[in-house]
């Protein structure tokens, strides 16, 4: 009699919300600079589409919320009639391999520079401390949002969310991580405000939790996800108490009954970097009612355990699924993974280090 093939946890299958996932390796958001004028360019569909397994779940790269939204170039918008026409075919290529799929919202804040605001106005943020220029980037000392003014942003995520769901999108993901944005509110590194956005842990989550509230009214809140990175410090943007912000967050967000929290493992120390970490996102997962995706230098194995172990429902894959379009199929298989190349991540190129990496048949 032949032995039953062991189960694989992160190829089990999975019930996001309304969604039935046939496994748990998830697209992470990754930016690849490749929508010209900040418009998605037809080279997404293929891109996307090469990541899409039925029943898979993906996230598509940062989607700016509006015109002063953008740091880098040719990064796509969802704020003009023109970008949510353009995702709509991108959308329907996933759709029509059977997968799920979310579009992530964001607003850069003070990690910009003039050259991509409108009129050359700084970049606005929750603050007005400049950030020092890193690897040879110029950021524009930012100006800081008059408490009146908030309400507008806010509004601007909630009209981005919207226009998602007219482009096809399942739902949203909140970029509440990575030192943009929403993550200068919440963290005292940055967060210098009096007003009742700044100073407490409530004030500094604030405007957070008013873009969950708004964009959760606005599209429904089982279709809202949000990243956060609450011990991520690079960039300037760390916080005294990481813990004590994670959990507050995962607690603040059951509120609103959203579909899912995604959260950056402590062992990111930059981006890319990883670092041995005596932290967890244990307490958090716990706290949180909803689905719980965990992302940061996850191989097979580690997702595999952490799946088996209850740590995360879904396992989220950056690099790795760059490089392996068919990751879960390789997972599944055991098989060998393409190494992902650097140098490619954000040549603009709508080919080489984009659509060119290799699936397993091809390499066999
Ligand atoms: C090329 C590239 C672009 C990225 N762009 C985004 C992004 O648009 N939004 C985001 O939240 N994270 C972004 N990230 C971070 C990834 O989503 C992920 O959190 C990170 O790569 C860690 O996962 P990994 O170790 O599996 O690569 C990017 C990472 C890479 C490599």
């Known amino acids: 009699m032949a032995a039953e093939a062991p189960t694989i946890p992160l190829l089990t299958p999975y019930k996001l919300g309304k969604y039935n996932l046939s496994h748990r390796v998830v697209l992470a958001p990754m930016t690849r600079l490749g929508s010209y004028g900040n ?38 918008g969802i704020w003009t009639k023109e970008q949510v026409e353009a995702w709509k075919p991108i959308v329907d290529a996933v759709h029509a391999k059977g997968g799920i799929f979310f579009c ?29 220029p890193i690897d040879g980037s110029q950021p524009t000392p930012p100006r800081r949002l008059r408490t009146d003014e908030i309400p507008q942003i806010v509004n601007d995520f909630r009209v981005a969310a919207r226009n998602a769901i007219e482009a096809g999108f399942d739902g949203v993901e909140i970029h509440g991580a990575n030192g943009y944005l929403v993550d200068q509110f919440m963290k005292d590194g940055v967060n210098d405000r009096t007003d009742q956005y700044g100073g407490f842990l409530e004030n500094r989550c604030r405007f957070a939790l008013e873009v969950v509230e708004s964009v959760a009214n606005e599209i429904g809140a089982d279709k809202v996800g949000i990243k956060l990175s609450p011990f991520a410090d690079y960039m300037e943007f760390g916080d005294s108490n990481p813990k004590a912000l994670g959990l507050y967050m995962a607690e603040s967000l059951n509120k609103y009954g959203i579909l899912y929290c995604h959260m950056v493992e402590p062992r990111m120390k930059s981006a890319d970097e990883i670092v041995e970490s005596p932290h967890s996102l244990l307490p958090m997962r716990k706290a949180f009612r909803g689905t719980f995706l965990v992302v940061g230098g996850y191989n097979r194995e580690d997702g595999n355990n952490a799946i088996a172990e209850n740590r995360a429902d879904l396992v989220v894959y950056g690099r790795p699924f760059l490089a392996n379009p068919d990751l879960p199929r390789r997972f599944e298989l055991n098989a060998p993974l393409n190494k992902h190349n650097e140098e490619t991540f954000y040549t603009f190129d709508p080919v080489i280090g984009y659509t060119d990496y290799p699936f397993l048949e091809d390499s066999a």
């Open 39 to 76: 418009v998605p360019q037809p080279h997404a569909i293929l891109y996307y589409s090469q990541r899409t397994s039925k029943g898979g779940f993906l996230i598509a790269e940062v989607t700016g919320v509006s015109d002063t939204a953008q740091e880098y170039p040719n990064t796509p």
């Open 104 to 132: 992530q919202i964001w607003h850069v804040g003070r990690v910009s520079n003039q050259d991509f605001q409108p009129n050359r106005q700084a970049p606005i943020s929750s603050t007005d401390k400049p950030m020092t």
